[in-house]
């Protein structure tokens, strides 16, 4: 891990990953049943940016750009601005209006992504 | 920058042909300024008895004349086409600056003789007996040129003392239609600038007398294509004209100035060109508001601030957008509401909280005006500067030159289109178009953006906490305490936390150099859940004492709740580095470059050197939660634990790891341990929470977090996380209890 990325969100996904095998997981999958793409950059919204596949069809993460055609929405964030939106600290509605998320795709399928699909991580 | 532009108004006020693009108004306020500093003082006219011909062919005359004068003649020759206007464009050039020189020579004291014009022995007197005059009662005779310049005189000197203007009598001028609009709109401007202090109807009473003095229509007549749906920028720009609140003058003023700029240069120049480029055949008037807030946003923030000229800028355009939804209701919303204050940066986003805009827009103008007044040679200077060198795309360059000078413009513009804002706001629009939101999409949004502001308007301003930083409480009882450490300490024991806070604050406020203070202060943060704090209490901590291992460890877990990784690492190879008993095993090379592998491989050792020793345990079970390897890292507390039984934040760590491999039901008896040993454990509460939450138990999730908001009302993120699952539990009856931090409430609704 340690080596392979540095990127905050990359905890997160790790543990959305584990979430989707819970009962209260799968019961996401069933409701949403949409494909999303986040690409996630360390700092700059473009740059050196990670794709992961949070796809709420089959309810897998993968690391990497969706190799099924096309998601049914792409979100792009900074590191720390996709923490804020993922643990509730930053509405998505205003992070689209701040330009600290970009979206591609269909806007219906983006508004059902909300901050209470993730898991929130516990803390120590 | 804004006052040049509206002074020297670019050539949206010159005829065409005429190759200048000064207008009156801008060399009265130059002349006004004070242009002593000119290079090229030279006497242009000399007022002669004249009276001006009625009869309408006075230009002839008045050409005759002005050729007739000493020293004119060699410098501008007047064309003699004849026509009215001919007048007015040698008025206007600022080359010749005639306008200004007329000022000059009634007005200034030393009239300068520079030049070989001393001949001129009548000049003298001339200024005397005019300045004598002048303000009060304006000498309206000599030819238009002169009648009008003084006439603009006494409406601008108006203002000092605050005389009013009386309209007055003036003989025919033969003003052109163009030469009209130009000063009504240049004198309604100018006249807000001059009267900044006087009301709204002072001001137009000014400006009517004016006009109406000079046989102008007030009204303003339709020019240019204004298609009705961009009425609506029209009124955002009228509005946001704030304190200004200019009557239709200014603002049709510019408009009109922006359509004549695409008619005439639309071809040759950049500017022009590029507007087309970017916003299409009708852009103009979108292009016009925008223009608006790149020149506010230049003379106020001066690039200080670019996330919020970004944000004004991307929510301008969602208005835009947004503006063309007709639905009544959602034209009403708050939301838009908030987006147009938004876009014209009433409102800034920071932090993710609103806060208005510290000063008034455009309400700056007046202010910015009266600097540039106040320090008029500067201005003067550059003005002349430039005309020296105006050509025909005089205003194109200026323009340029001056998105140079304020190279914030740039940076704004760069950083702007890095963002690609256009992208999203035009993928927005085409969502829109295609009826991809569907029927209560608007609503939808409406109703989400007044909840948030709900949510806002409750929230306390506290902005996150920035890193590092301590932030004490504002009000504190335990300052003045004669031992706040040994009661700060006796409070911790008995679990009251937010209580020990306070104490421990006070603490450190009287010996901030005492590390056990900082440190139990961090802790005591940790365990009311507020890592921030406690990271920032922490540091402080180690500052003082360096090599605590303690410390050090809590560094460790802090950041590692935060999911820093880098950090983590760093403090729990500190940790190793500065223990008595492993220290030897840690290369201090080796700090500069930490691998996570090579540090856990070191753990390793250690933990087989002392297999006894509970704390190794306990880090390397921190260090496996880092690396997301969570079996190893529960089976190495479980070991701590054998050691360790009573300790609860341990069984807290141990939850924890249990709930992040979604271990939930043991991470809730784990949690359950911890709360036993110490009840008032806040963070363990929280926990609970999530782990609760997280296995879609709402109702549950909802008590425990108020059970630990009541104990610590200061846990953002419990607060955060309850309003989550008030959601996902439908209850947002309870909605606003939550967002105005209603504990009363809250607990009565969900007791535990």
Not at chain 2, 350 to 357: I, L, S
Not at chain 2, 459 to 473: C, H, L, M, P, V
């Amino acid at each position: 891990m340690a080596k392979s990325t540095q990127l905050k969100s990359d905890a997160l996904m790790e543990q959305m990953k584990l979430h989707l095998s819970t009962d209260a997981g799968k019961q996401l999958t069933n409701k949403i049943g949409l494909v999303y793409q986040i690409n996630i950059s360390p700092k700059k919204i473009g740059f050196n940016e990670e794709s992961y596949v949070v796809d709420l069809k089959k309810g897998e993460v993968k690391k990497g750009p969706y190799d099924g055609g096309k998601p049914d929405a792409t979100f792009s964030f900074t590191d720390a601005d996709f923490l804020k939106v993922a643990t509730g600290k930053m509405n998505p509605q205003i992070a689209f209006m701040r330009g600290a998320m970009k979206i591609k795709g269909s806007l219906s399928a983006a508004q059902k992504f909300t901050p209470d699909i993730f898991p929130k991580p516990s803390k120590m | 920058m804004a006052m040049r532009e509206l002074v020297t108004g670019g050539a949206a006020c010159a005829v065409p042909g005429s190759s200048s693009s000064s207008n009156p108004l801008g060399a009265l306020a130059n002349a006004l300024i004070g242009s002593s500093s000119k290079t090229q003082e030279r006497l242009k006219e000399i007022p002669t008895s004249a009276t001006t011909i009625s009869d309408g062919n006075f230009y002839a005359g008045t050409d005759e004349q002005l050729n007739m004068l000493p020293g004119s003649e060699f410098d501008h020759p007047l064309q003699s086409n004849g026509q009215g206007a001919e007048f007015f464009r040698g008025f206007r050039s600022a080359d010749q600056g005639r306008l200004a020189d007329v000022w000059d020579e009634i007005h200034s004291p030393q009239l300068p003789h520079a030049q070989g014009r001393d001949s001129l022995t009548n000049l003298p007197v001339m200024d005397h007996t005019v300045r004598v005059n002048m303000p009060l009662r304006p000498d309206f005779d000599g030819p238009p040129q002169r009648v009008l310049s003084s006439f603009l005189h006494s409406f601008v000197n108006s203002n000092r003392g605050g005389i009013p203007f009386h309209p007055t009598p003036l003989p025919v001028l033969g003003l052109s239609e163009g030469d009209k609009q130009c000063i009504r709109d240049r004198s309604s401007i100018m006249a807000r600038h001059f009267f900044a202090d006087k009301n709204e109807d002072f001001i137009n009473a000014q400006v009517n007398a004016l006009l109406s003095s000079l046989d102008i229509d007030s009204d303003i007549q339709e020019r240019g294509p204004q298609p009705g749906r961009f009425r609506e920028l029209e009124g955002y720009w009228n509005e946001s004209q704030g304190m200004l609140k200019p009557g239709p003058h200014a603002a049709d003023g510019w408009v009109d100035e922006y359509a004549q700029h695409r008619i005439q240069h639309g071809d040759p120049n950049a500017w022009a060109h590029s507007f087309e480029l970017q916003h299409g055949a009708n852009g103009w008037a979108s292009e016009f508001e925008h223009e608006q807030s790149q020149i506010a946003s230049v003379n106020q923030i001066g690039g200080s601030n670019i996330a919020n000229l970004a944000a004004m800028e991307q929510t301008r355009m969602l208005a835009h957008t947004l503006a063309q939804n007709n639905d009544p209701k959602f034209q009403n919303s708050k939301f838009l509401q908030f987006v147009s204050k938004m876009s014209r940066g009433e409102i800034i986003i920071e932090d993710n909280q609103m806060k208005p805009a510290v000063v008034s827009a455009r309400g700056d103008w007046a202010a910015e005006y009266q600097q540039q007044y106040d320090g008029g040679h500067t201005w003067a200077d550059q003005f002349m500067h430039e005309k020296l060198s105006r050509g025909p795309d005089g205003w194109a360059n200026e323009f340029a030159a001056e998105r140079e000078q304020h190279g914030s413009v740039d940076q704004w513009a760069n950083e702007f289109s890095k963002l690609q804002v256009q992208d999203w706001a035009e993928e927005f629009g085409n969502q829109v178009g295609k009826g991809a939101l569907g029927e209560n999409s608007a609503d939808n949004w409406a109703n989400t953006y007044d909840d948030f502001l709900n949510e806002q308007v409750a929230a306390k301003q506290r902005s996150d906490t920035s890193r590092g930083i301590y932030e004490f409480s504002d009000v504190n009882p335990y300052v003045g305490h004669p031992n706040p450490l040994k009661e700060g300490q006796e409070l911790f024991r008995k679990g009251l936390l937010s209580e020990a806070v306070l104490a421990l604050e006070a603490e450190v406020l009287k010996n901030p150099e005492n590390a056990e203070g900082w440190r139990l202060l961090g802790i005591a943060h940790a365990e009311n859940d507020d890592d921030q704090q406690a990271i920032a209490a922490m540091m402080r901590a180690q500052e003082v004492d360096p090599t605590n291992l303690e410390v050090l460890l809590a560094l460790g877990v802090s950041h590692t709740n935060e999911l820093e990784q880098a950090a983590a690492l760093k403090y729990l190879y500190s940790w190793l580095r500065h223990h008595s008993k492993y220290g030897t095993l840690a290369p201090p090379e080796m700090s500069d470059s930490l691998y996570y592998a090579d540090v856990a491989r070191l753990f390793n050792d250690a933990a087989q050197m002392s297999p006894e020793d509970a704390d190794i345990h306990i880090v390397l079970g921190v260090l496996y939660n880092l690396s997301r390897e969570y079996d190893k890292a529960i089976a190495s507390f479980k070991t701590a634990l054998k050691l360790k039984p009573r300790d609860y934040s341990l069984w807290n760590k141990l939850g924890a790891t249990q709930a992040n491999s979604v271990q939930s039901a043991d991470a809730i008896e784990a949690y359950q341990q911890a709360l036993d040993l110490k009840p008032n454990y806040v963070r363990a509460w929280a926990n609970m929470g999530i782990s609760y939450a997280n296995q879609g138990m709402y109702e549950d999730s909802i008590r425990y977090y108020v059970r630990a908001l009541a104990m610590n009302p200061k846990a953002d993120n419990a607060w955060q996380y309850l309003r989550i699952s008030l959601s996902c539990a439908s209850r947002n009856d309870m909605m606003e209890a939550c967002d105005s931090r209603n504990l009363d409430v809250l607990q009565k609704e969900f007791p535990l």
